[in-house]
C-alpha cells in the first residue's frame, strides 16, 4: 500500500456531546413508559385482554431478552476463541448484553401476575385431571419455576456485567491480564451459559404447552437468539457509523464479518427448525405432532390460520435471507447489509411471537397489544442500551488486540 | 516435550507463531517433501505390514459373509442392527473431523489448520470409505445392492426416496465425492512441487499426470482460492447434513431411544469429537516418524484437545438432554428406555460411554493436561472407544427392549462382528499409511503462506492509534500486517 | 478470463501435445523469438511492489507465479475477481433442481406407492437429496469451472523450458512478461523487471533449441 497508515483517534471514540444519541435514554424511556402504561390500560379491559396482555408482555420481553442475551454470548466466544477481528465491535455487545438485567425487572413481576393466564400447568384443577401433568409437578411448579427464573437472571446478569466491567476497567488501566482473564473465564462462562439458556428455553417457552416436548428446543432457542443477536448488532453498528461515530474505526470488513455471522447463524436456525419439525413430522407420534398441529392447521392462504405463518416463518426466517445475505456484495454495502439486518430482527420477532401465540389464540390474531407492549419493552430496552453507550468509550479502547481488529482484512 | 520453542501460550498482543523452528520456504519444502522422497523407513514397514494383515482379515471376513449371510453375525429378532451399523455411523464420524479442519477452520480463519489439514482430510476420504463397506455388505442380498441406488431397470422400480437409508446413500457417497475433490484441489500444488523435484522420470510423470501442468500462476491461483474458499463453504454445510442424515436412520423410527429431535446436532458434534480423537492420535504418531515436531507444532495439539473439549460438553449436554426430557416426557417407554440404558443389560456399555466421552475430556480444562503428549494420546484412544460405544448403546440398548417384552434378547458379537471391525481398521491404516508414504502429509503450500515472510506488507503500518487529537507521540500502537488467526 | 476454446489449436512451441486445452497464445505468434521476460524476486514484498509497478506500466498479458497465493496480490496485478461463484451457482441450484424434480418424478408418476400413510408428494422427505444433490452440482461446478477458468490440465508450458522455474513450487516467487503484449520489448522490458529489484531476469524461448519434435517434456 502506497499511501501511510489510517490514523484512529481513540479518544474520539465516544458519544458525541449533542448528538441524537444523548437525547435517546430519556427520548426512548418515555416511550417504554407511555405504552407500557397505555398497555397496562388496555389490559385492564376484559379478561380476555388481560390474558392477551401477558402473552404480548412475554413475546416482546422474550424478543428483547434473545438481543441481550445473544450478545452476551458474541461477548463470551470472543473472548474464549480469542478473536481478534471483532474487538471494535466488541462494546457494544457488551452494553447490549447488559440490558438482561433491566430486562429482568421486566419479566418477573408480570410473569409473575400472569401465571395463570400463560402456564396450563399452573391450574391445580387442571394438574388434578392429568396425569402427565402430575407426573411432571417435580419439575413444573411454581416454586421451582421462580427458583430456576431467578437462576437464570442471576447467572446472565453475573456474567454481562462482570464481561463489561472488565473491558471498562481495562479502558482505564490498559491492564493486559485483564484479558487473560476474561479468556480465561470465557469456557466455563459458556457451559454456564449453555445449561441456562436451554432450561429457560424449556420453562418459559416450552412449558406452555405442558404435554409437549422435544429435546432439540434449547438449540432453538439459542439459534434465534444469536441470530437476532447479530441482526442487531449489525444494526447498532451501522447506525453508529452513520451518526459519524465510527470513521476509520469500522470498515466494510467487519461489516462483511457480522453479515456472514448473520447468514451462517440463518441457516444454522433453518438447519435446527427444519430438523425439529421433519422428525416430529416424519415419525407421526399423537403427543408431539400435537404442538405442529395447531401451528399448521388451516389452509394455505386464509389469514386466519396459522398455517400461512409457519410458512411465512420457513420463507421469511431462511428462503429470503438466505439467498439475499449469499453475494458478498450486499454483505459489504451498507444499505442493503441494514435491509437484511432490519428484515432479520423483524423475523426473529415473528418466531417468538409463532412460538408464544398459539397458546392463546387457535386462529392467528393480532392484537393492539401485541404493539404495545412491544413498544413499551422496546422503549425500556433502547433507553438501557443508550444509558450504557452514553458511559464510556464505545469501542474497548486500550484491548491489546484493537489494533489487530482495526487493520481486519478478510481472505 | 522437547520443544524448540512453545508456542502454546498466545501474547495479548499480537500472535504466536503457528510453526516453529525457523522454517524458511525452501527449508520447509524439503521438511515436507523428505519424507515422500527418501527410501522407505523400516518404521513405515512395521505400520504398514500389520495393517495389512488386518485388512486381510477384513476381505475373509466379507467373504465368508457373502458365502454364508449375515447369520454369522450376533444379529438376532430385536436387534437386527447390530456392528455393521454401529461401525457404519462410526467411521463417518470418524471422517467428520477432517472437513472440519479443512472447511470450518478455513471459514473461521483459523490458521493453524494448515499444517493438519491435509493428512485429517485424507483420514476423511479413508473413513469414508471404510463407512460406505458396511451398507454396501450388510444388505444380505449384496448381489441387488445396486437397488439402493435410482437406476432405471426392467423391473421399472424405483427407491424410495421417502426412507432415510437411501439418504445416507446419498449423503455418505456424495460426503466421499466432495471430501475426495476438496483433497485433491489442495493438493495439487504440492503435486507439483514434488513433480518439480522428482529425479526419476516415473516419479515425474506419475506426480506430474496428477499436478496437471501446475505453475502457480496467480492468475490461476486466483480461481484456485474462490474455488477453495466455495468448497469450503460447500463442505461445511454439508458435514453437518451427513451425520444429521445418518442420525435420521434412528431418529425417523418411533422407538424410543432413538426418536428425539436433538439427535442431528448431537450427532454431528460427536461426529467432530470422536473424529478430532482420531486425527490426534495419527498427528501424534505421524509427527514423531516425520520428525515434523516443529510443523505439528504443540500448538496445534492443545487446539485439538480444546476441541475435544467443546464437543465432549456438546456429547455430554445431549446425554444430559436426553435423559431429562425422557423423564419430563412423562412417557413410560421414554422413561423406561433411557432408564434401561443406564441400569439395564447394557449398562456396562452405557457407563464406558460416558466415561470415555464426557469425563476423559473434562481434563482438557487444565492446561498441564492439554499439553501432555501422553495424557492427549491415551485419551483420544479412550474417546474413539467411547465413541464408538455410543452407537453401539444407541443401536443395541434401543432394540434389545421392545415394544413386546416377548421379544425381548440380548445381542452378542461372534467372531466375524469382531473380525469385520478389525478388519475395517486395517483398510482405514493401510490407506492411512500409503497415503502418508506417497504424498505430502502436510499443505505446503498453505503452510507457506503463514510464514511471517509470505505477507506482502510485512511490517508495515497500517492502522495508527492516538489518543488526544491526532498527537501521534501519545500512545502510538503499531498495526503488524496480517496477524495469524487464534 | 475467456472459456477455453472447444476447438484445439496447436500450441506455438513444438512440446508434446499433452495438454487437454491449450495455450491461449495469437496466431501471429509464430514470428516470437521469446515467450517472454522471467524475473525472481526475492520476497513477497518485493513481488508485491513490482506486481504493482508492472500493472502500472500498462502491460496486459503478464503473470506473476508463486508457490503459494500471496495475499492480495490480484489487487497489486489488477486482476478482476473471478466469475466463479456464479458457475457455482448455477450448478448447485441445477443439481437441487435435478434432485427434487427425479424424487418427485419418481414418486408422483414413476412408481407411485404410499408409504407410512403419507401423501405421494411428500415434499420434506425429499428435502436431505435435494440438499445433497444440490451440494454435488455446486462442489463439481466449483472444481470443473476452476479447472475451465485456469485451462487444466495443461501439461506444457514454456516457462517449464526455464531451468530456474523449477523453484517455482519450492520458493521463487516470479513475474513473467509475455512477449506478444503490446507494450513487450526484449530489452527495455527485461531491463524493467531488474531495475524493480529481480534477482534474476531472463528470456525464455518459445522453442525448445534442442527440441527434435518430441524431446521436451512439460511434465
Known sequence: MAHGPRIVDLDRLVIRPGSGWERLPPVAGAVGVVFTALSIVLARGSGESTKQFFHSWLVAVVFFLCIGLGCLFFVLIHHATKAGWGVVVRRLAENLACTVPVLAVLFIPVVALGMYDLFHWTHADAVAHDRLLRVKEPWLNETGFWIRTGIYFVVWSGLALYFRNASRRQDDSGDETLSHRMARFSPVAVALFAVTLTFAGFDWLMSLEPHWYSTMFGVYFFAGTVVSAFAALTVLTLAFERSGHFRGVITGEHFHDLGKLLFAFTVFWAYIAFSQFFLIWYANIPEETNWFLSRLHGTDLNPADWRPATMLLAIGHFAVPFFFLMPRTIKRNRTLLLVGALWMLAMHLWDVFWLVMPNLHREMTFSLLDLTCLLGVGGVFLATAGWLLNRGSLVPSRDPRLVESLAFENI | ?486 | MRLPRLRPRRPVGEGPDMGLMQLDVPEASGGYSHYGVLARFRTAKELYRACEAVRDAGYSKWDALTPFPVHGLEKAMGLKPSKLPFVVLATGLGGAGLGFGLQSWVHIMAYPLVISGKPLFTWPAFVPVTFELGVLGAALGAVLGMFAFNKLPTYHHPLFRSPNFARVTDDGLFIAIEAWDPKYDDQDTAEFLSGLGAAEVEHVPIEDPADDGDGAEGA
Not at chain 2, 421417502?162 to 456424495?174: E, K
Not at chain 2, 444429521?244 to 418411533?254: E, I, K, P, W
Not at chain 2, 427392549?401 to 434378547?409: I, Q, S, T
Request: aromatic share 16%; with cysteine; net charge neutral.
Open chain 2, 1 to 486: 516435550m522437547a520443544q524448540s520453542q512453545d508456542n502454546t501460550h498466545e501474547p495479548v498482543a499480537g500472535r504466536a507463531p503457528l510453526i516453529v523452528g525457523g522454517y524458511d520456504f525452501r527449508s520447509l519444502t524439503e521438511a515436507v517433501a523428505e519424507p515422500v522422497e527418501r527410501k522407505t523407513p523400516i518404521g513405515w514397514w512395521l505400520f504398514f505390514l500389520p495393517s495389512l494383515a488386518m485388512l486381510g482379515l477384513f476381505g475373509v471376513s466379507i467373504g465368508w459373509l457373502f458365502w454364508e449371510g449375515t447369520g454369522i453375525w450376533g444379529l438376532n429378532n430385536p436387534v437386527n442392527w447390530g456392528f455393521a451399523i454401529v461401525n457404519f455411523v462410526f467411521w463417518v464420524g470418524i471422517g467428520h473431523a477432517g472437513t472440519l479442519i479443512s472447511a470450518i477452520l478455513f471459514l473461521f480463519r483459523q490458521k493453524w489448520r494448515t499444517s493438519i489439514n491435509r493428512a485429517a482430510e485424507a483420514m476423511t476420504i479413508f473413513a469414508v470409505m471404510c463407512a460406505l463397506v458396511f451398507p454396501g455388505i450388510h444388505v444380505g442380498r449384496v448381489w441387488v445392492a445396486y437397488w439402493m441406488f435410482p437406476l432405471p431397470n426392467q423391473m421399472d422400480m424405483w427407491p424410495n426416496f421417502r426412507s432415510p437409508l437411501i439418504w445416507d446413500v446419498f449423503a455418505v457417497s456424495i460426503y466421499g465425492t466432495v471430501s475426495l475433490m476438496f483433497w485433491y484441489v489442495g493438493l495439487i500444488p504440492d503435486l507439483a512441487t514434488i513433480r518439480d523435484r522428482a529425479k526419476t522420470r516415473i516419479k515425474q510423470i506419475a506426480y506430474g499426470v496428477f499436478a496437471l501442468g501446475w505453475r502457480g500462476s496467480h492468475r490461476n491461483w486466483l480461481h484456485y482460492e474462490r474455488a477453495y474458499l466455495m468448497l469450503a463453504g460447500l463442505a461445511t454445510p454439508l458435514v453437518l447434513s451427513v451425520h444429521s442424515v445418518v442420525s435420521m436412520d434412528f431418529a425417523t423410527a418411533q422407538l424410543p431411544g432413538w426418536h428425539t429431535t436433538i439427535f442431528p446436532p448431537y450427532f454431528v458434534a460427536g461426529a467432530i469429537f470422536s473424529g478430532f480423537a482420531m486425527v490426534m492420535t495419527l498427528m501424534l504418531i505421524c509427527r514423531v516418524v516425520f520428525k515434523m515436531e516443529d510443523i505439528i507444532t504443540m500448538r496445534h495439539l492443545e487446539n485439538m484437545a480444546k476441541i475435544m473439549l467443546l464437543t465432549g460438553c456438546m456429547v455430554g449436554y445431549a446425554y444430559g438432554i436426553e435423559m431429562f426430557i425422557a423423564w419430563y416426557s412423562g412417557n413410560p417407554y421414554e422413561q423406561f428406555a433411557f432408564a434401561n440404558r443406564a441400569l439395564g443389560p447394557y449398562a456396562w456399555a452405557y457407563w464406558i460411554m460416558v466415561s470415555c466421552n464426557v469425563i476423559t475430556p473434562q481434563l482438557f480444562w487444565f492446561k498441564k493436561m492439554r499439553n501432555h503428549i501422553g495424557w492427549l494420546f491415551i485419551s483420544s484412544i479412550l474417546i474413539n472407544i467411547g465413541m464408538w460405544f455410543e452407537r453401539f448403546v444407541i443401536v443395541t440398548s434401543s432394540l434389545h427392549r421392545d415394544f413386546l417384552p416377548a421379544n425381548w434378547d440380548y445381542y452378542q458379537a461372534t467372531f466375524w462382528d469382531f473380525a469385520s471391525l478389525i478388519g475395517s481398521f486395517g483398510l482405514f491404516f493401510t490407506m492411512f499409511c500409503l497415503f502418508a508414504r506417497f504424498l505430502p502429509l502436510v499443505a505446503t503450500a498453505e503452510v507457506k503462506t503463514v510464514l511471517p515472510e509470505a505477507d506482502p506488507h510485512q511490517g508495515e503500518e497500517l492502522v495508527r492509534v492516538v489518543r488526544g487529537g491526532g498527537d501521534a507521540a501519545a500512545a502510538p500502537q503499531a498495526a503488524p500486517a496480517g496477524g495469524g488467526g487464534a
